[in-house]
Every structure is written in structure tokens, then in C-alpha cells.
């Protein structure tokens, strides 16, 4: 696979277990927010996403949450599983703009 | 995403060859977008496309260009390839945006790009 984990911050956890995947975004104008999952050797892949006028969006065993005092957006992956190893990014839009700006990336290692 | 498709998969080059790359949509998307990743540095965006007569650079675009030849197609060139272009090349898609959409983006498989 590819290496784009080099050299990232590392979550490991075990199977079962509750994952938190943390972000920091850059722009308090940014009003909207998407969490990516890439697997070695392959695209990133669309997880959840969340508007700014929301602070909580549930999907299936994913939580995203928006702090925008802190400028914080967060993945919460409930009971992970090994095929839940991957490189996690999240991605912010100014408002205004029309392109997404990516976060270096976190990899989940999800022990058996 | 089988929807977004790239060729070639993998590529090894020499300096100063011209190299380009192809990306095609089926997901009727207008908007179309190339970036590259570097271990360690996340995605950085290269060009975009918003339809096919509208061209926009990214966050690094020098060394590269781009032709948006249809609405599904959006192919990448690099017209003298260099070492430092040795990366992981992504094409994405996205919906036309508004002030209510998602701008959701969706990516195809990459193609790994070797300048030697």
C-alpha cells in the first residue's frame, strides 16, 4: 500500500472499542465541514459531513461534532472494527469559496 | 469510487518527459478537481474545473496544466516532469455548488507517479 501514513499522528485502538479522531480547522468563516476515510491504496472516501448551523450529525456508527468557539470538529466511530484502519482527514470550506482545504490526516489502528 | 476513474494506475517516468494523466466521471458531476499527496502532507489541490470552459489554479499549480476536454473528462499534464512531481495523484468530483449544497467531493482510485 501507499505510505501517506508516514509520518502522522497515530490513534490505536482496540477492536469493540469507541474511536475519537480529533481536527483542528484554520478558518472561523469556514461553514462547512467533511470528514474522508482512505484505505492503503485507494481515493479517499466520503464519511459524514456537517454544515456550521449544526454542532452534531450522526450517520451510521459515526458522530461528527463542530465546536466552533474552538475550531474543532471531531470523528467519533462507535464499537471500531478492524476494517476501520485507515488514514482519516478531515476537510474544510470557506465560505464563500468553493474548494475544500484537507487536514494533514490521523491513522486508526484498530488492533483485533 | 468505480464512478471516478484514472489511467494510468501507476507510471514511472524520466526527468523531462512529458507525462500526462487521465481522469474520467460517470456521475454527471460539473465540477472536476486534481490534487496531489505527499506522505505527511495530506491532499493539496492542484487545479479545478467548475464546467468545461472554466479553468482555476489550486494551491500548486506551477509545473502542471490542465484540459477539461468534456464534462467527464479532466486530464492533468505535466509538460517537463521533474523528481519533486513524484507523487500520488487524485481526480475528484463535485455536484455544481450553491450557497446549500454539499460540495461533497468524490475521488477515484489515484494514479502513482515516479519521476526518476
Known amino acids: 500500500g501507499e505510505n501517506v501514513g508516514l509520518h502522522l499522528p497515530t490513534l490505536s485502538v482496540q477492536e469493540g472499542d469507541n474511536s475519537i479522531i480529533n481536527c483542528a480547522y484554520s478558518n472561523s468563516a469556514s461553514d462547512y465541514f467533511i470528514w474522508y476515510k482512505q484505505e492503503s491504496g485507494k481515493g479517499p472516501q466520503f464519511i459524514i459531513d456537517?454544515?456550521?448551523?449544526?454542532d452534531k450529525r450522526q450517520g451510521q456508527r459515526v458522530t461528527v461534532l463542530l465546536n466552533k468557539t474552538v475550531k474543532h470538529l471531531s470523528l467519533q466511530i462507535a464499537a471500531t472494527q478492524p476494517g476501520d484502519s485507515a488514514v482519516y482527514f478531515c476537510a474544510e470550506r470557506h465560505a464563500g469559496y468553493s474548494t475544500l482545504t484537507f487536514g494533514k490526516g490521523t491513522m486508526l489502528l484498530v488492533s483485533p | 469510487d468505480a464512478d471516478v476513474t484514472q489511467t494510468p494506475r501507476n507510471r514511472i517516468t524520466k526527468t523531462g518527459k512529458r507525462i500526462m494523466l487521465e481522469c474520467s466521471q460517470t456521475k454527471g458531476h460539473d465540477r472536476m478537481y486534481w490534487y496531489r499527496q505527499d506522505p505527511g502532507l495530506g491532499l493539496r489541490l492542484i487545479y479545478y474545473?467548475?464546467?468545461?470552459?472554466?479553468?482555476n489554479k489550486g494551491e500548486i499549480s506551477d509545473g502542471y496544466s490542465v484540459s477539461r476536454q468534456a464534462q467527464a473528462k479532466f486530464s492533468l499534464s505535466l509538460e517537463s516532469a521533474i523528481p519533486n512531481q513524484t507523487a500520488l495523484y487524485f481526480c475528484a468530483t463535485s455536484d455544481l455548488g450553491t450557497s446549500q449544497s454539499t460540495d461533497t467531493q468524490y475521488f477515484g482510485p489515484g494514479t502513482r507517479l515516479t519521476v526518476l
Open positions: 456537517i454544515r456550521s448551523n449544526m
Open positions: 474545473s467548475f464546467d468545461v470552459k472554466d479553468i
